[in-house]
């Protein structure tokens, strides 16, 4: 039987079905004989890439990817990368310029993946993000790469472009030494490009700016240039002219990279120190810091304490993102990595906060602080069974985007939920979406609102208040007119890149919104760079929708933060049948409360249902009724069993009924269905 047995492997072995490919993890797996060829033939193709990318990358002058032979090696040492060989940065642009694309194109190159991998923007891991066709989050990659023999470990951060998701990129170049400043060779310099670019020099990063898109027809890369000389000062000699598309230039990026950004400034002799730039929550190890090591080395299985919190963990596991995670054994001063130890929620993983060895001491590792909320909305459960679990995912929500706030709330009408701030309307949207798709949640949300300043005049507040300013997002906390001295309404910067022909257009439209032009630049004869003061309540509904539908899609907005204006503001209440409803008022411009009173009005008459009694609908300023809409009552023919007879027979009948209708009127109850509330509320 043995003897049968090993003739049967021998044959088995001279038709060479056996699978010993070295790149095989399963090394002399047997394969079926229908299954030998296509295997044989696969394995031959396979070889002959290797081959051929072994060959490239021999014949290129010093520069290229590492071999996947390697790879475990560089994990083993790669606490022992020097400093002089690290470079730390992130590729900055407008909205929808190539960033996520041009990322794709390093990791491709640099060989963290394969280039048949069948998935596009790698990065973008978020489903919202495919969906969108946006990224929204700041992604981390670590990649080697080989330059002039020498190996060089290039921590890249691919970050949004929208300006609701300016934390990120603010975030994120708290970790870095330099920016690819990306720039679309048709569309050019766009409002977010010179944002990025001016928050980047603000922190005094180095530039290095590349052109994309330039394989397309209608690309004008010489103006595009003309255009970064004029707004930035930048050579146009120094420019990079890519496709990451196609991968045209892309490791001329690398190269400049290397050359130009400079080592990061870190003390690799002195205690352990580092930065958390980035968190999020993994459902089997907790909060998950991504950390930018500034001094000292840390290892696993160290203890590590929060300079801001002063509670100490221990280090479970420590790895980095290559683009998948990768576990190491330790991470030295310049590195980014990721690790695991036992944080639990958003109030012990705290973004710029500085973590340190235990029993040491520590000075904070930078400046870095979010940004303020500017749009305001409340989130409330579906029902108040789910109240605890829309708490659990909102906790988890905040761990990985720092720049949403949470207060608790109530309302009479949606019941228990919470206050939510955020940086813009699409923030707020994003935030909700992954809500529900990431963790199964169902949030009401309401319209969005923001937040005013209040300078109160009654003796009697300003004790109770402790101070004379009041902040105030909720209208049904506004106090009474006659206590209020003075009124102050958020305003922002923006700015706008528009064709001019459109210019009379969105001049029309700032107006509207009541902006005031600051300042007015050609960029060159077919463009111009506008700036105008905006009231914040103005633009963050359909503002930037407005502006793309005139502008057929060309002109681009950013806007910042441009503190408080002296306005008028009044409170508009909503009464029904005379009784005021608190959940329906809403804090407006005195020059926009009649033309928001209509509107409200004639939505509630279509929401609220008929009713035995008539229904006024009134909305009022103080005493003084704007806007006013009836529901008309449910009524009975009682005349029906008449058949003839005199006239006032039928008038009788229809006078009792009268009578009857306002005596129901003085005390009977307007119902109010929740789903009107939740339709009125939301957005």
């Known amino acids: 039987m043995h003897k049968t047995l090993s003739i049967r492997w021998s044959l088995i072995q001279a038709v060479g079905i056996v699978h010993s490919h070295p790149a095989s993890r399963c090394k002399g797996t047997v394969l079926w004989p229908w299954q030998a060829a296509c295997s044989w033939r696969k394995g031959l193709s396979t070889t002959n890439r290797v081959k051929d990318a072994t060959a490239a990358s021999e014949s290129d002058s010093g520069s290229g990817s590492v071999s996947e032979l390697s790879q475990d090696a560089l994990l083993r040492d790669f606490a022992k990368i020097p400093v002089e060989r690290i470079r730390n940065f992130s590729i900055i642009a407008h909205v929808d310029h190539g960033k996520s694309t041009l990322a794709d194109r390093l990791l491709e190159l640099t060989g963290a993946i394969s280039k048949n991998a069948g998935q596009h923007q790698v990065l973008d891991s978020l489903q919202v993000e495919r969906e969108r066709g946006i990224t929204v989050k700041a992604q981390t990659a670590s990649i080697y790469y080989k330059y002039k023999e020498e190996l060089y470990l290039l921590n890249l951060i691919d970050t949004p472009g929208h300006v609701d998701f300016s934390n990120e990129v603010s975030r994120s170049l708290a970790a870095c030494d330099g920016v690819i400043l990306l720039v679309d060779a048709c ?176 000075s904070a590792a930078g400046s870095y602080q979010p940004q303020q909320p500017l749009v305001f909305a409340g989130v409330f459960p579906v029902d108040q069974s789910k109240h605890v679990a829309l708490r659990s995912a909102i906790e988890k929500m905040v761990l990985n985007d720092s720049a949403v706030t949470v207060k608790v709330d109530s309302s009479p009408a949606l019941g228990q939920g919470w206050r939510l701030g955020f940086l813009g309307l699409l923030h707020m949207e994003v935030f909700c979406q992954r809500l529900e798709q990431e963790h199964g949640a169902e949030p009401i949300i309401t319209a969005p609102s923001v937040t005013y300043r209040l300078v109160l005049g009654n003796p009697k507040m300003i004790r109770q208040q402790g101070t004379d300013t009041m902040d105030i997002s909720n209208a049904a906390l506004f106090p009474d007119p006659s206590s209020i001295r003075e009124y102050y309404e958020p305003l922002v910067m923006g700015t706008i890149i528009t064709p001019t022909e459109y210019v009379g257009q969105i001049i029309g439209l ?174």
């Not at 007015?520 to 793309?548: C, G, Q, T, W």
């Not at 009724?625 to 008309?632: N, W």
Request: aromatic letters at 6%; hydrophobic letters at 40%.
């Open 510 to 683: 700032c107006v509207e919104r009541r902006g005031l032009q600051q300042s007015s630049v050609n960029i060159d004869e077919a463009r111009i760079l506008m700036k105008y003061v905006l009231p914040l309540s103005e633009i963050i509904l359909d503002f930037h929708d407005r502006l793309k539908s005139i502008s057929s899609g060309y002109a681009s907005f950013s806007y910042e933060d441009n503190g408080y204006h002296l306005t008028h503001l009044v409170r508009l209440d909503i009464h029904l049948n005379g009784r005021p409803v608190d959940e329906l008022c809403r804090i407006v411009h005195s020059s926009k409360a009649t033309g928001v009173a209509r509107h409200m009005v004639h939505k509630l008459k279509d929401l609220i249902p008929k009713q035995m009694v008539q229904i006024a609908i009134q909305a009022c300023v103080g005493s003084k009724v704007l806007a006013r809409e009836t529901i008309k009552a449910y009524r009975k023919d009682v005349t029906a069993k008449l058949y003839g007879g005199d006239v006032t027979r039928r008038m009788k009948l229809l006078r009792q009924q009268s009578e009857g209708k306002k005596k129901m009127r003085l005390f009977a109850n307007i119902r109010v269905p929740h789903e009107t509330f939740i339709n009125v509320l939301k957005r």
């Open 187 to 362: 569309h050019g310099v766009q409002a977010q490009t010179v944002a990025n670019y001016h928050l980047a020099k603000q922190r005094n990063l180095t530039v290095v700016p590349v052109l994309n898109k330039i394989d397309i027809k209608h690309a004008n890369p010489e103006q595009v240039c003309h255009d970064l000389q004029l707004l930035f000062g930048i050579d146009p000699a120094e420019v990079l002219k890519v496709s990451a598309k196609l991968g045209t230039g892309v490791a001329q990026v690398l190269e400049r990279v290397i050359e130009l950004i400079p080592a990061p400034t870190v003390d690799r002799k002195s205690a352990f120190r580092a930065l958390i730039f980035d968190s999020w929550f993994d459902k089997y190890r907790g909060a998950l810091n991504l950390i930018y090591v500034l001094n000292g080395q840390l290892e696993q299985g160290q203890d590590i304490q929060s300079l801001a919190t002063k509670k100490s963990y221990p280090v479970k596991s420590i790895s980095v993102l290559r683009p998948v995670e990768c576990g190491v054994a330790s991470l030295s001063a310049g590195q980014v990595g990721l690790i695991a130890c036992n944080m639990r929620n958003s109030k012990e993983s705290i973004i710029g906060d500085t973590i340190h060895l235990k029993n040491q001491s520590a």
